[in-house]
């Protein structure tokens, strides 16, 4: 069984390593992983099996905790009539500019080719959503009288359109996949409550289920969604020391409650304007999954996102062995599934089990389970480990021992289950170091250009109290942003307090959190 | 406690009596069971949380199937270039005509207007999806090279649109919701197993989910699917008499893979063009759901889709008795949860109960449990059923026992889940027989002209052995059409066999099922 690890070296060298060029790598771990690829139509994406498991994996994390916090989901139109974004123009302005427009609604043959009917032209064209709150707050109309009618607590599960020149896999296509909560609230109160609330839901998957630590903060104004009084956001840090926003929650005050018109009675009988947030997160949270935690082999999941958690691969050279290797392998199947395992059997004839190891370290599978005809014999099982945490000083020796176990039957078995609790902790404390170390608290510009002009950069915690043209002159010269504006216990305790700003030395309260970003 | 009695007769009236206006009852039962409602985007609906509530349930038994016979999901694009269509002009032609055309992807502002930006002009206008099997087919060229490849056996829920100039809601809307499976296989043999698995699965759902009977067969040549070599469908009947089919399965021969190009390596090492199925059901479900068993009263559904299954009710009139009912009624809520009832305790204050009773009634709720100060002291539960099988000779007062029933506590809660069993099955029951009453055998048009025109109609079995233009004369003589030649085995016994063409007098080997449609 040694042969496989030297085809795993081999074929590994399939997908980029991350030190030659990150860009490429992150294409070659989508490709090796099956998970998406370019469509023929401009800028949309196909998301293939392995990729679409994993985010019905992720929906279903997240549903389950809308709904826990009581949302229920509903479906409103794909299509925005124009008028209501002239009537929105504020909120349009900002992001609906670039947007799928639909101006025919019949095609019709021409000498063999189809085109679009002249006389079908639409009296107002239609665009594809961008985002739903113009049509969905037109709907809360009808919906919202009293105060008895409120909370309204509203998420939708949809795909959303933005023309985009320039897209890459997952992190930016023109179409994607994503949910928005839509929520309506009595008083400001409860619903600034719900912006943090749900804040904290994503925080909690992204940590918990995702594996990725995350930082919690405000936007500042020039970041904030298109009509939000406060937009709220996590963000995460790539293995390249780029930040990707993973998710927003926002604060639209009576802005758009007042664009649809929107009023309810009060307690006191009195009418008044309904507040209302919104939230979302997208398939873009499968590009940060990727890129927090993959390797140079390939895709590497974090257990609770993994559609297929262990794979067991029988080993065998005659039919004889065949017979009674895929015989164990099923009773280790069966006994897998019944703790709960997403297990698979793989035993596929005429590939090699070198090939079947390096399809599915390339699918990221936590847990390989080989079963050869030796195992039989000793009645042990072969575990092999996708990832392994760093211990320092170990020797080489030692850590490959812990990659791949041989062990007996019974303690295997019980294993696989602890293993996996454990793999999904160690690859947050893993992702929580490699952040850790690609933090600096900086406070001059020399620090600042020394960090992300020679070091590579990471995330900076600087003080800061400039404006958004200072805002855009920092990311003119050093291509950073502002993350957010941590909220003051995300911030790590030697960098909390007060001090200058790190561009324009003013007084500033606290330190933001810069870094480049996707 | 016999208020709500009075109440309920009262209010029901809102929703107009099938008898009355069979159209209006329909719209009525959407509006009363918050299922759905029409948007101010021509064509498109609203599904409410209630109304897609029932849709995740259907999503969720359906998915469990695909997935058991072995499907995977994946995401294909919104949009489809013109030029695809233009290849697939034979497909295209029959139902791509009327469908939403995308010709820019900007907008910008004028005197303050939202207008599509002339600068934006696609060069080549994309269609949004009415169904993707020209997508897809142009992907799998790329999946498929050897027959190792296949079956390769996808499944995508989506929203596709279908410009409607007359909509109704579930019914027939531009935009819908639906699934869609595309299947490759290596021979014919296996893509017709599946397409007949495909048709059995559905069936499946109809019946012992939906708790709907259908009659599966094929469509005859003019309803076939474009592309198709085979359509088959089920098809079920609504309580006015007319057929709704409900799921559709595809045998496309090699017509799409010839289209793409999409060939593999057989075992013989030869270049093949690949097998296709296709097959799916949409959103039109929920409005066979709501044609087959609601009542005067509003929705009923079968418990197996009810988001709520079962909701208590506490009762009281002063704070003393409110506290201890509500204690009651979370008890009885955590023992229903923890015997895996969808059940809610409706303990909103300052709503009478007859109101409440009234609105559960209208959302379809099967079971409802009430809880006043009496039932503490007798330690007694009163469950009340959202409707009953008719028993032939019955009195009024021993139905009304069945329906509303003071039980004993233990008993009470120990009946919950067989009850929800046998309502199940009596619904599926009284459909059966709703559909054996308005079924006849007929040999001759006279006969044929009277169930349809004096009778009300409903399921005609007759031999057939006309041409498409017969078919045409028959539709514009009784508005009925042939909804499907069933499989001998979905035929009555009494029904087999060969005879004359009801309409030609031709020779025919099997009657076929003709009805009006939806």
Known sequence: MGKQDGQRTGEAAAVTPRSKDYAQWYLDVIRQGSLAEHSPVRGCMVIRPHGYAIWEKMQRELDDRFKATGHENAYFPLFIPLSFLTKEEKHASGFAKECAVITHHRLKSVDGEVVPDPESKLD????????????????????????????????????????????????RTAEFLWQEGHTAHATEKEALE?????????????????????????????????????????EGMMQDGKALQMGT??????????????????????????????????TRLIGALIMTHSDDAGLVLPPRLAP??????????????????????????????????????????????GAKYYEWEGKGVPLRIEIGPKDLEKGSLCIARRFVAEIEGETPEAQRKRRKAFLPRAEAIASI????????????????????ARTRVIDTLDEYEKFFKGEGGGFAWV????????????????????????????????????????????????????????
Request: neutral net charge.
């Open 463 to 518: 003080h800061w109290a400039g404006d958004s043209k200072d805002e855009d002159e920092m990311a003119r010269r050093y291509e950073t942003s502002i993350r957010n504006i941590p909220f003051e216990d995300q911030i790590p305790p030697e960098a909390r307090g007060g001090g200058k700003c790190v561009l324009t030395g003013k007084p500033s309260k606290q330190r933001v959190l810069m870094s480049k970003s996707y």
């Open 417 to 436: 289950v602890p293993t996996l609790d454990a793999m999904q902790k160690e690859l947050f404390e893993r992702a929580l170091k490699l952040r850790a």
């Open 308 to 353: 297929v958690q262990a794979v067991i691969v029988p080993i065998y050279k005659s039919d004889e062995e065949r017979a009674k290797t895929v015989e164990e392998a099923k009773k280790v199947f069966a006994e897998l599934k019944a703790k709960g395992v997403a297990v698979k059997l793989d035993d596929r004839d005429g590939i090699m089990p």
């Open 249 to 282: 929650s926002h604060y639209l005050g009576q802005n758009f409650s007042k664009g649809a018109d929107v009023k309810f009675q009060n307690k006191d009988g009195q009418l008044e304007y309904v507040y209302a947030t919104s939230w979302g997160v997208s």
């Open 124 to 171: 107002e064209p239609l665009v594809v959503r961008p985002t739903s709150e113009t049509i969905i707050w037109a709907q809360y109309k009808s919906w919202i009288q009293s105060y008895r009618d409120l909370p309204l607590l509203i998420n939708q599960w949809a795909n959303v359109v933005r023309w985009e020149m320039r897209t890459r896999l997952f992190l």
């Open 194 to 234: 719900e912006v943090w609330r749900m804040l904290d839901v994503y925080a909690d998957f992204a940590e918990n289920v995702m594996a990725v630590p995350v930082i919690k903060g405000r936007k500042t104004e020039g970041e904030r969604f298109a009509g939000a009084i406060e937009t709220l956001s996590i």
